[in-house]
């Protein structure tokens, strides 16, 4: 059992951070290439991301949430507590993602359809590409940090102190 649960936690944690890296340095910068830009002009590149960026809060909290229960399940299995640094982290992580889930990414998007809408004034297109710019750059930074946040629970679900857990 201890080898399924740890079997669990590796693939999660790699697919979250291989997720978390994918589209950090590849499929969100492609939404803005040159390529992409030239093809579907820029206001339908910016709404095909916020369409990936759906569900890359989405798995992003499925990540979390399996990542939670891996380390309650383990606790049950093994006996041995659960570091407080590692719940506090996953806590933060799932609500990080919940938070850009169902605020940050719904008033972005709200954003960008007042930035390219045809009945909103030059002003008020100005005003939401400020704010959508501050937005964008905040959730840049917050990413980086969920990137070392996940990068901090794979280490510590494959690190050498796990493979010594046993059983009492």
Not at 147 to 159: C, E, M, N, Y
Request: proline residues 4%.
């Amino acid at each position: 059992m201890l080898t399924f649960l740890r079997f669990v936690g590796v693939t999660n944690a790699a697919i979250w951070l291989g997720a978390l890296v994918f589209f950090t340095i590849g499929a969100g910068p492609a939404f803005f290439s040159n390529d992409m830009l030239h093809l579907l002009g820029r206001p339908h590149a910016g709404a095909a991301a916020q369409i990936v960026l759906e569900r890359y809060f989405d798995l992003q909290i499925i990540c979390s949430v399996i990542a939670l229960g891996h380390a309650f399940a383990e606790r049950l299995y093994t006996g041995q507590p659960i570091g407080r640094f590692s719940i506090a982290m996953l806590g933060l992580l799932l609500g990080i993602s919940l938070l850009g889930r169902f605020v940050i990414e719904p008033q972005m998007k709200q954003l960008h359809l007042q930035m390219y809408a045809v009945q909103t004034t030059p002003a008020q297109k100005a005003a939401a590409k400020r704010t959508f710019g501050t937005f964008h750059g905040g959730s840049q930074i917050v990413n980086l940090l969920v990137i070392a946040g996940v990068l901090t629970h794979f280490w510590q679900t494959t690190g050498p102190g796990v493979a010594t857990r046993r059983v009492r």
